[in-house]
């Protein structure tokens, strides 16, 4: 769908600033609700004392009287705008001056998040070229077709990073297809023009655009006058008011069209930044890879820009799998493309990605969801549009009590976004910098009834990597109009009722004499047709012919060729366009934002930086190392071997020369949670291992006949890392 | 690459007729194997009793001393031919008379396996319709986008169609990835044009093409000329000689070229099928889908044909992540595209499927393979290049003795052969139905070394699944030479080695004066001289000037800028552009064969059809039916939902109206292996179900908190039925 575009725009937005007592909350929160529910771990804690004390400084600072000071007077000014907007909907004010006013609105908030940015401590700062640095030479990914030159927006993934994509996605087909009883589909990327058409994406599916008049050369326009407009900014001999212009420029660059943008092109003389040379006016670049189908060149298509459409167009099929029952689920996990004019941030924006899309199809009035009460009284943190207009930073509240108040819509999306946020902390996103963002009346698609994304804060910014949205019937409705194709779903009426039925009776006999074979298209044309153009055709052909129009042909029909006969039916169902839910997932955005959010440095030591990964997205779970290349240890490392294989843990074994404290830092630098070291003391009867804990470089003897178990237990995070140092002893070294 | 081209191109070949004996043969061999190697379960028996008797009877009547004479004087034509080949290839014959006698030879090929095909008896043969009436209504897939009038030759899975596939990608990176300890990759199917005009795509990546002359209708040439043919052959009015003419055509139509296509058009005069128009001469049709990344139009690119190009590309990161060692191996599961004239076949030829790819690095001088001895004895059936031309059936062998025979070049083709095997056989491949076929000489791309295809017997004939080739150095090679980057592994010397070194001293101060910011250029360039380009540039050097290209320019360098240094230097490693052995898996055909060799009918109802699919890659591992509709059974059913969720176990409840009969016809439609049944004796404390075996219908009655652990055990098969039988007490009814 059309909105789903917005989850490729990265948004700046507002940081809440109570994060220290949200977080808290978070896990006070969670626990009793994993107590409700019956789950016995709890989400292993994501921070090491040392670290988690360095972020709640930098959450208190980000909160400190000084800073709100700072920020009253810009979320007063917000508010007023707000306000105004508000009001101005109430009296029905005209589209124009309404959408002047969000623009505003949009210009004033901007304002107050950059300030929020800007103000947030040094300290705090993450550095983002360490951790390219390890991505790109541990091989998680990299630039694809680099010894070509590479391709700007497509990233190859090595093997770390394709075990930790591969394990993000067996966890999202756990927890939503398996879990929810989903159905799942796999569609084709080749996608026919008339299908995009339909949805809307080949007239609608664009960014603005520039070219330089001379050579030809592409710039997407917001990006263009961004860099020209900070450029100028940053120059000394630009004068106050031309800076403050400009400044006023970049706050409100995402709410223009064509016209603004070509309008502040001309004003400050903007020029292509390669050659100097004029620019010409925006034009809408679709952002749809084509191609086309058989060798006539005569059949478009396109490389999918979202998986949903794959499922919509498999609606019959899957609501007949389900039974003809509402309501239901459809799930796909697969590539979307998009051809970004000038991709930049690394897999924030890229051009060919994976998506994981869930197409829930409910009764459009009735969005209640049994499940809700299991996630009653699990909290997120909330954005909604209300406190973005006020200028009012995000609040943390139970999703039961945000859908009881009406903050989000309804029990079916209020589930998803509850269960969108547990499958986010479960592959290791950090609950403090995860919020729900609502969208603002003029950011939803118009059949939208409600939208809510899931943002992650990351050294981009506030990065959107969930979409859930109730699209209405939108989608649905596209389809069977192109296609004149019913899809819908039969629901039972409480009381059967009569109903007043008019059809067109065709008299065959005539109408084949007359025209032959088109006779059976007449037929089929008269079934299709709406009591109200029977109707029509009544009144025309009781004074003269009938002009029938079916496809490029008209056929005049008269009162001898067919009758109209009325009659009244018994009926027990009434036919429904479902609603659609529709959450949908980027995972290269959210397997960025966990590397950031996993990424650490060691404490006296920040040239030595590691991947604190959840156990059970890690790519590999332990690393085997013995302690000297003594070939006496090899039977036990034989052991150790067999063991871990025995329960399918992936392990590597780091036998290579090197003290065992730099090939722990190898392999704390890939994320490996677990290391399992063969020293000396394991030749004792019964063998035992040391068993190490990366993130805390903790260590416990284990004996190895129970090494496999405690592997499975520590890797699936069924037994967090305290419960094992309280069963086994631990082991203290000076080897780390 | 190439060849693999080959893997989507159905080879209708002769069929073993000792199956029965090898059967036998195999089942001994791999018990034997299992012993040996400590896997504790065999594989489970394919059919029940029943069926397997229909099958042997077959396979008997296959060798049958009457077909057997019939297609004695077949085989010696064949062996004519191969002798002759052989003959003139040692006597250093034209190509051109070598070329002449393979198409001969071919021909008499075909005729002996088209006279095998058509000689297995009617009660063999497979309702095809059936199947497929299944496939669709079940939705394990279907066309796609039907709503809008379909594309032929791509498909959507449904649910069902969804999890099968997965759960064979899943065993197939366990199998292959995980227990090999392979290097996966996750590359883009986008990919530039450069890249792909090296690994000679752009250039040779085609199948031949006819067009309507007046409406531009396009036609595969082969398929065209087949259709035509076989048409004319059936028409009473075709006389003998005719009727041979094109019998022999059709025989010797897989080597045709475009030459012998027209003559044949010409020939017989044949025309478009649709309008009878005239046709064009055989053109060369790229299959690979156009497209073009970024705004500007100048970027070319196409959608991968094959994951393969995505793993060179990246060699050089791989060999760093494996420390630089040799061999490795770097695997990658994903989408391949194929614009296919005019698909058809089903899953057979699509234009959009999913392929694992499996590119194992080794020395090209030692290809041997420590694991190796683990497979030696594994017994697979080969039909080998030589026993083609012999017109001899294929055999059955151990790996080991292929090897040891040069049947198969090296020790890694054959443990890869074996590997591959042993997949196809888990994911439910019949293995008498499985050989592998040696490529003839002239079907190799000229720098293979060795390919052997493993082919699936279906209804479609011999499809080739999974292709396996030795493709020497050449990728790397070619993506070298394209982008002037050394592909190269270092291997070191068992003893060093003096070698003498000439290099190009550049005298920079003179050079940089004489041609400014393009010294740098023409220092790289004289650093990336041959020895014998050094020598040629000292000789024109010594009598004037050097004209040193670089890139487009040309630049003309005297005796006073640069000086030739000779010295010597101790090396103590070589570089080596390694070979590659490819496994090439197509996952979508091997699905589509997995299917088939599934598919069963209930002796005695011809009507209820079902799926007997391996538990392992069952889409659903278990049905839950209460044996009625009585509430009192309902906390049961929740305690049996809440025990296979434990255990993670993929189930479905079935409790709709509908005799338990017809429940278990709907389940064991769609593959699910086994059924949980809730009956009235469950009740009695302790409470108990009864478990059902689909294929043979068996029950047990088990122990509810025994079932959990039961259920796993099977659906992983750890445990065979047999066994669970011995374990737990049969279950007699009359319900079935």
Same mark, same amino acid.
């Given at each position: 769908?059309?909105?789903?575009?917005?989850?490729?725009?990265?948004?700046?937005?507002?940081?809440?600033?109570?994060?220290?007592?949200?977080?808290?909350?978070?896990?006070?929160?969670?626990?009793?609700?994993?107590?409700?529910?019956?789950?016995?771990?709890?989400?292993?804690?994501?921070?090491?004392?040392?670290?988690?004390?360095?972020?709640?400084?930098?959450?208190?600072?980000?909160?400190?009287?000084?800073?709100?000071?700072?920020?009253?007077?810009?979320?007063?000014?917000?508010?007023?705008?707000?306000?105004?907007?508000?009001?101005?909907?109430?009296?029905?004010?005209?589209?124009?001056?309404?959408?002047?006013?969000?623009?505003?609105?949009?210009?004033?908030?901007?304002?107050?998040?950059?300030?929020?940015?800007? %103000? @947030?401590?040094? !300290?705090?700062?993450? $550095?983002?070229?360490?951790? =390219?640095?390890?991505? /790109?030479?541990? *091989?998680?990914?990299?630039?694809?077709?680099?010894?070509?030159?590479?391709?700007?927006?497509?990233?190859?993934?090595?093997?770390?990073?394709?075990?930790?994509?591969?394990?993000?996605?067996?966890?999202?087909?756990?927890?939503?297809?398996?879990?929810?009883?989903?159905?799942?589909?796999?569609?084709?990327?080749?996608?026919?023009?008339?299908?995009?058409?339909?949805?809307?994406?080949?007239?609608?599916?664009?960014?603005?655009?520039?070219?330089?008049?001379?050579?030809?050369?592409?710039?997407?326009?917001?990006?263009?006058?961004?860099?020209?407009?900070?450029?100028?900014?940053?120059?000394?001999?630009?004068?106050?008011?031309?800076?403050?212009?400009?400044?006023?420029? %970049? @706050?409100?660059? !995402?709410?223009?069209? $064509?016209?603004?943008?070509? =309008?502040?092109?001309? /004003?400050?003389? *903007?020029?292509?930044?390669?050659?100097?040379?004029?620019?010409?006016?925006?034009?809408?670049?679709?952002?749809?890879?084509?191609?086309?189908?058989?060798?006539?060149?005569?059949?478009?298509?396109?490389?999918?820009?979202?998986?949903?459409?794959?499922?919509?167009?498999?609606?019959?099929?899957?609501?007949?799998?389900?039974?003809?029952?509402?309501?239901?689920?459809?799930?796909?996990?697969?590539?979307?493309?998009?051809?970004?004019?000038?991709?930049?941030?690394?897999?924030?924006?890229?051009?060919?990605?994976?998506?994981?899309?869930?197409?829930?199809?409910?009764?459009?009035?009735?969005?209640?969801?049994?499940?809700?009460?299991?996630?009653?009284?699990?909290?997120?943190?909330?954005?909604?549009?209300?406190?973005?207009?006020?200028?009012?930073?995000?609040?943390?509240?139970?999703?039961?009590?945000?859908?009881?108040?009406?903050?989000?819509?309804?029990?079916?999306?209020?589930?998803?976004?509850?269960?969108?946020?547990?499958?986010?902390?479960?592959?290791?996103?950090?609950?403090?910098?995860?919020?729900?963002?609502?969208?603002?009346?003029?950011?939803?698609?118009?059949?939208?009834?409600?939208?809510?994304?899931?943002?992650?804060?990351?050294?981009?910014?506030?990065?959107?990597?969930?979409?859930?949205?109730?699209?209405?019937?939108?989608?649905?409705?596209?389809?069977?109009?192109?296609?004149?194709?019913?899809?819908?779903?039969?629901?039972?009426?409480?009381?059967?009722?009569?109903?007043?039925?008019?059809?067109?009776?065709?008299?065959?006999?005539?109408?084949?004499?007359?025209?032959?074979?088109?006779?059976?298209?007449?037929?089929?044309?008269?079934?299709?047709?709406?009591?109200?153009?029977?109707?029509?055709?009544?009144?025309?052909?009781?004074?003269?012919?009938?002009?029938?129009?079916?496809?490029?042909?008209?056929?005049?029909?008269?009162?001898?060729?067919?009758?109209?006969?009325?009659?009244?039916?018994?009926?027990?169902?009434?036919?429904?366009?479902?609603?659609?839910?529709?959450?949908?997932?980027?995972?290269?955005?959210?397997?960025?934002?966990?590397?950031?959010?996993?990424?650490?440095?060691?404490?006296?030591?920040?040239?030595?930086?590691?991947?604190?990964?959840?156990?059970?997205?890690?790519?590999?779970?332990?690393?085997?190392?013995?302690?000297?290349?003594?070939?006496?240890?090899?039977?036990?490392?034989?052991?150790?071997?067999?063991?871990?294989?025995?329960?399918?843990?992936?392990?590597?074994?780091?036998?290579?020369?090197?003290?065992?404290?730099?090939?722990?830092?190898?392999?704390?630098?890939?994320?490996?949670?677990?290391?399992?070291?063969?020293?000396?003391?394991?030749?004792?009867?019964?063998?035992?291992?040391?068993?190490?804990?990366?993130?805390?470089?903790?260590?416990?003897?284990?004996?190895?006949?129970?090494?496999?178990?405690?592997?499975?237990?520590?890797?699936?995070?069924?037994?967090?890392?305290?419960?094992?140092?309280?069963?086994?002893?631990?082991?203290?070294?000076?080897?780390?």
């Amino acid at each position: 769908m059309i909105s789903t575009c917005l989850i490729r725009r990265v948004v700046l937005a507002g940081r809440f600033y109570q994060k220290a007592t949200f977080a808290q909350e978070f896990f006070k929160a969670e626990t009793a609700f994993n107590k409700k529910v019956g789950r016995k771990t709890s989400i292993a804690p994501r921070f090491t004392k040392k670290s988690k004390l360095k972020l709640s400084e930098y959450l208190r600072n980000m909160a400190s009287p000084e800073i709100e000071a700072q920020l009253a007077p810009l979320r007063i000014a917000v508010k007023e705008y707000g306000d105004l907007v508000r009001q101005l909907k109430e009296q029905g004010a005209p589209k124009i001056d309404i959408d002047k006013a969000v623009i505003e609105l949009k210009a004033r908030k901007k304002k107050l998040e950059d300030t929020e940015v800007a %103000l @947030a401590p040094k !300290e705090a700062s993450f $550095d983002r070229l360490k951790l =390219e640095d390890l991505l /790109k030479r541990r *091989f998680f990914y990299d630039q694809s077709f680099s010894i070509y030159g590479g391709v700007t927006g497509l990233y190859d993934f090595g093997p770390m990073g394709c075990a930790l994509k591969a394990n993000m996605l067996q966890e999202w087909r756990k927890h939503f297809i398996l879990e929810e009883g989903m159905l799942e589909v796999d569609c084709t990327s080749l996608t026919p023009e008339p299908v995009l058409k339909a949805s809307g994406h080949v007239d609608r599916f664009a960014d603005w655009m520039v070219k330089d008049v001379k050579n030809g050369e592409c710039f997407r326009a917001d990006h263009l006058i961004k860099n020209a407009a900070e450029k100028l900014i940053g120059d000394k001999k630009t004068d106050e008011a031309t800076k403050s212009a400009l400044q006023d420029v %970049l @706050a409100r660059l !995402e709410g223009f069209d $064509d016209k603004d943008m070509q =309008e502040v092109i001309t /004003k400050f003389g *903007f020029k292509s930044p390669s050659t100097g040379n004029e620019l010409t006016p925006p034009i809408a670049f679709n952002l749809m890879f084509p191609s086309q189908i058989g060798p006539t060149g005569d059949f478009k298509a396109y490389l999918r820009p979202e998986t949903a459409q794959g499922i919509f167009v498999n609606f019959k099929r899957l609501l007949e799998f389900n039974q003809g029952k509402l309501p239901f689920a459809a799930a796909q996990i697969g590539l979307g493309f998009r051809n970004e004019i000038s991709p930049r941030q690394g897999l924030i924006r890229v051009r060919e990605f994976t998506m994981c899309e869930i197409e829930h199809f409910v009764d459009p009035n009735d969005k209640s969801f049994p499940k809700f009460k299991k996630v009653h009284s699990y909290p997120v943190v909330l954005f909604s549009a209300c406190n973005q207009m006020d200028g009012q930073p995000a609040v943390s509240m139970t999703i039961g009590e945000a859908v009881e108040k009406g903050i989000v819509a309804n029990e079916t999306l209020g589930y998803y976004m509850a269960r969108t946020h547990m499958y986010l902390v479960k592959v290791g996103v950090d609950p403090r910098r995860l919020r729900f963002r609502q969208h603002l009346g003029n950011e939803m698609a118009h059949y939208a009834q409600d939208c809510w994304d899931a943002e992650i804060l990351t050294s981009y910014g506030w990065i959107e990597c969930v979409g859930n949205a109730d699209r209405s019937c939108y989608d649905l409705t596209q389809h069977s109009k192109a296609t004149n194709t019913k899809l819908v779903a039969e629901k039972k009426l409480e009381q059967p009722k009569t109903v007043d039925v008019v059809e067109v009776v065709p008299n065959m006999a005539v109408l084949g004499k007359e025209f032959k074979k088109d006779a059976k298209r007449i037929q089929t044309a008269l079934a299709q047709m709406s009591e109200e153009s029977i109707e029509d055709l009544e009144k025309q052909i009781s004074t003269g012919a009938f002009k029938l129009k079916v496809d490029d042909d008209e056929f005049s029909l008269t009162s001898n060729m067919l009758s109209v006969k009325r009659s009244t039916k018994t009926v027990h169902v009434e036919e429904i366009t479902p609603s659609v839910i529709e959450p949908s997932f980027g995972i290269g955005r959210i397997m960025y934002a966990v590397l950031e959010h996993s990424f650490r440095q060691r404490e006296g030591d920040e040239q030595r930086t590691f991947l604190a990964l959840r156990p059970r997205v890690a790519p590999i779970k332990c690393s085997v190392l013995p302690i000297s290349a003594n070939e006496r240890l090899n039977p036990i490392i034989d052991a150790v071997r067999e063991e871990l294989s025995r329960y399918e843990l992936s392990y590597r074994v780091d036998d290579s020369a090197g003290s065992i404290g730099r090939r722990y830092a190898r392999t704390d630098e890939i994320g490996i949670p677990f290391g399992v070291t063969v020293d000396f003391e394991s030749e004792k009867e019964p063998w035992t291992v040391t068993v190490r804990h990366a993130e805390s470089m903790e260590q416990v003897r284990v004996d190895l006949t129970e090494l496999g178990s405690l592997m499975l237990a520590l890797s699936t995070e069924r037994m967090d890392w305290e419960t094992a140092k309280e069963k086994y002893p631990i082991f203290e070294t000076k080897s780390d």
